[in-house]
């Protein structure tokens, strides 16, 4: 649900408001969200995914980041303001990245699930995602021991191409080569 053009707040606003509060917060258009705050479930499979993207990446142009670090979506062709902050993020393009932030799009982000965020993570990011052209989105449920892989097809629309429950093998498109056996990022 949008809030009233009056209920919305600049870029400005957004980055003022973050400098007073603790909280993780996320924009978009106007809206401020705030990120539920992280558990330790979701800090050890985060860290198990960061250090085998990290492994596959090391020697190469991409390079994998982990919140929080603030992707600004942006492209030419599109202005609306988007400032989220993904669990992993493989960026590819080094022109982009700034201080504390990257602009621009990356390869393949992945979001780890919360109870409280799910509808966040699947609606409100996944279609800004595909709006922008991340290549690869995976959605990763350690409540359930799930992964969905999303590939954004020609068309511009991310089409599954995995899920998996409980054991597997999660294999990336865009990133030739790397796959992740369930079982070492949810033991």
Not at 25 to 54: C, I, W
Not at 65 to 89: E, G, N, V, W
Request: aromatic share 10%.
């Amino acid at each position: 649900m949008s809030l009233p053009e009056q209920n919305k707040i600049s870029v400005e606003a957004f980055y003022k408001m973050r400098e007073d509060t603790d909280h993780l917060l996320e924009y978009a258009d106007g809206n401020v969200f705030m990120s539920p705050k992280l558990s330790t479930r979701h800090q050890q499979v985060s860290s198990r995914l960061q250090a085998k993207l990290f492994n596959f990446l090391d020697g190469g142009k991409c390079q994998v980041f982990s919140a929080p670090y603030d992707i600004h979506l942006y492209r030419d062709d599109l202005d609306d303001t988007k400032i989220f902050i993904p669990d992993l993020s493989v960026i590819c393009e080094e022109e982009g990245l700034e201080e504390n932030k990257f602009v621009g799009v990356p390869e393949l982000i992945i979001e780890i699930l919360s109870p409280s965020n799910q509808s966040h993570d699947f609606v409100t990011k996944m279609e800004a995602y595909m709006k922008y052209g991340v290549k690869e989105y995976w959605a990763v449920n350690p409540m359930l021991h799930a992964v969905q892989v999303y590939v954004l097809t020609d068309d511009q629309v991310y089409q599954q191409v995995d899920i998996l429950k409980e054991e597997g093998i999660a294999k990336s498109t865009v990133l030739n080569g790397f796959e992740v056996d369930l079982k070492d990022i949810f033991k």
